[in-house]
């Protein structure tokens, strides 16, 4: 499918996904205080505001010298640097993968309370957005570019905040929230949703969560029945024909991109991670750069070809560390000389009221990029120890 005749589509049933999700997603409570997100108004307003974030944890452990170092493998982040902001000095938080990705949603470098496939204490991102704010949770997605590890990113367990505040998940086989994917896992994954349709939807509807009222039950159930029918048809639209070594990462992006085009949310987290690939290959790490480079690209483009999205909506791209200096003896790449090139890394950041071209060239975080995605939309992430990214502002 072309990319034209894939954005009418998107165009058409962005209409019909506005009229879903308008119905309060999937049928999921709201938060508890009952609110509805709302745009604080503005006296006099004409400075450009971020209403949506779009925000990339390039994961798996990518150097500078891969990415702003060799500009031929990057040509879209390159111009979006040119259109934005450049950290080429973002210092990480090198506690492996798993924790130093974690660390990039919940803005604390010295994590607590992580183990690996484990939830982590500190709240998320996700979760200050929707308390903060009163997101629905149709309002705020993470896509990973797979494994059960990566679900873990959205939402912590801590007291005050936790699942209530979590990000819808998915991952490229479209399968998301954990009480969906149980049922799924039951009952198969309806990749074509063939003639087994209705009935696994039947099931699924019975395995939604159920409140008090039965009115309101029966119209969430419906509606959520809608919604899921629809996402998995929509959201992953053009997943299958993915392949190489960046397919995870490559159906996390697309994802995110459907997602973007037809439900516009306030949120859109995107964990990829198939870099990693440089331990046994360096060759197969550039291509992976690569050709995230290009589909990081498509969603720049869906949203600058979207007169709702364009002027409003932000985008942040950061790795989660880089790589040793030096090569090991497959030619690979690791990560755990303490050396710059896997300590600092290259962010950008995009978006109405930011910088244009400017690059930033005194130390940062990777965690001060969730302080300035939070602040941009509005919300204070209490407990997260980042700061606002220097200059980030025009
Ligand atoms: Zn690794």
């Given at each position: 499918?072309?990319?034209?005749?894939?954005?009418?589509d998107?165009?058409?049933?962005?209409?019909?996904?506005?009229?879903?999700?308008?119905?309060?997603?999937?049928?999921?409570?709201?938060?508890?205080?009952?609110?509805?997100?709302?745009?604080?108004?503005?006296?006099?307003?004409?400075?450009?505001?971020?209403?949506?974030?779009?925000?990339?944890?390039?994961?798996?452990?990518?150097?500078?010298?891969?990415?702003?170092?060799?500009?031929?493998n990057?040509?879209?982040?390159?111009?979006?640097?040119?259109?934005?902001?450049?950290?080429?000095?973002?210092?990480?938080?090198?506690?492996?993968?798993?924790?130093?990705?974690?660390?990039?949603?919940?803005?604390?470098?010295?994590?607590?309370?992580?183990?690996?496939?484990?939830?982590?204490?500190?709240?998320?991102m996700?979760?200050?957005?929707?308390?903060?704010?009163?997101?629905?949770?149709?309002?705020?997605?993470?896509?990973?570019?797979?494994?059960?590890?990566?679900?873990?990113?959205?939402?912590?367990v801590?007291?005050?905040?936790?699942?209530?505040?979590?990000?819808?998940?998915?991952?490229?086989?479209?399968?998301?929230?954990?009480?969906?994917?149980?049922?799924?896992?039951?009952?198969?994954?309806?990749?074509?949703?063939?003639?087994?349709?209705?009935?696994?939807?039947?099931?699924v509807?019975?395995?939604?969560?159920?409140?008090?009222?039965?009115a309101?039950?029966?119209?969430?159930?419906?509606?959520?029945?809608?919604?899921e029918?629809?996402?998995?048809?929509?959201?992953?639209?053009?997943?299958?024909?993915?392949?190489?070594?960046n397919?995870?990462?490559?159906?996390?992006?697309?994802?995110?991109?459907n997602?973007?085009?037809?439900?516009?949310?306030?949120?859109?987290?995107?964990?990829?991670?198939?870099?990693?690939?440089?331990?046994?290959?360096?060759?197969?790490?550039?291509?992976?750069?690569?050709?995230?480079?290009?589909?990081?690209?498509?969603?720049?483009?869906?949203?600058?070809?979207?007169?709702?999205?364009?002027?409003?909506?932000?985008?942040f791209?950061?790795?989660?560390?880089?790589?040793?200096k030096?090569?090991n003896?497959?030619?690979?790449l690791?990560?755990?000389?303490?050396?710059d090139?896997?300590?600092?890394?290259?962010?950008?950041?995009?978006?109405?009221?930011?910088?244009?071209?400017?690059?930033?060239?005194?130390?940062?975080?990777?965690?001060?990029?969730?302080?300035?995605?939070?602040?941009a939309?509005?919300?204070?992430?209490?407990?997260?120890?980042?700061?606002?990214l220097?200059?980030?502002?025009?």
């Amino acid at each position: 499918m072309t990319l034209r005749s894939n954005r009418r589509d998107v165009l058409k049933l962005g209409a019909a996904a506005g009229a879903l999700t308008g119905l309060g997603g999937w049928g999921l409570a709201q938060d508890g205080r009952g609110r509805t997100q709302s745009t604080p108004a503005m006296e006099g307003d004409e400075a450009p505001t971020v209403k949506r974030v779009i925000f990339i944890a390039m994961a798996g452990g990518v150097r500078t010298r891969e990415t702003f170092g060799t500009p031929a493998n990057v040509p879209n982040l390159q111009m979006m640097a040119d259109d934005g902001v450049l950290y080429p000095r973002m210092r990480t938080s090198n506690l492996g993968h798993f924790g130093a990705t974690m660390s990039i949603f919940t803005g604390i470098s010295e994590a607590r309370g992580i183990r690996d496939n484990a939830r982590g204490t500190d709240p998320t991102m996700f979760e200050y957005l929707r308390k903060d704010l009163g997101l629905r949770q149709s309002d705020v997605w993470v896509t990973t570019s797979g494994g059960p590890q990566q679900t873990n990113y959205s939402y912590s367990v801590h007291p005050d905040y936790g699942p209530k505040y979590g990000a819808n998940t998915l991952d490229g086989d479209g399968i998301f929230n954990k009480e969906f994917k149980e049922l799924l896992d039951t009952y198969g994954r309806p990749k074509a949703m063939e003639e087994s349709e209705q009935d696994l939807l039947d099931k699924v509807r019975r395995g939604i969560g159920r409140t008090e009222d039965k009115a309101e039950n029966a119209a969430a159930t419906e509606n959520a029945a809608k919604v899921e029918r629809y996402i998995l048809e929509e959201l992953t639209r053009g997943t299958s024909t993915l392949r190489g070594a960046n397919s995870g990462d490559a159906k996390a992006l697309r994802v995110a991109r459907n997602l973007v085009s037809l439900f516009k949310p306030k949120m859109t987290g995107v964990v990829l991670q198939n870099a990693d690939i440089a331990h046994g290959s360096f060759n197969g790490y550039s291509e992976v750069i690569r050709r995230n480079d290009e589909a990081i690209g498509e969603i720049w483009t869906a949203v600058k070809e979207d007169p709702e999205l364009a002027d409003s909506t932000a985008i942040f791209v950061l790795p989660e560390f880089g790589r040793n200096k030096d090569l090991n003896s497959r030619r690979g790449l690791d990560h755990g000389d303490g050396s710059d090139d896997l300590r600092y890394v290259s962010g950008v950041a995009w978006g109405p009221g930011f910088g244009k071209g400017r690059v930033v060239k005194d130390d940062v975080r990777t965690i001060d990029a969730m302080y300035s995605a939070c602040d941009a939309l509005g919300a204070s992430p209490e407990l997260a120890k980042g700061q606002k990214l220097k200059r980030l502002l025009a």
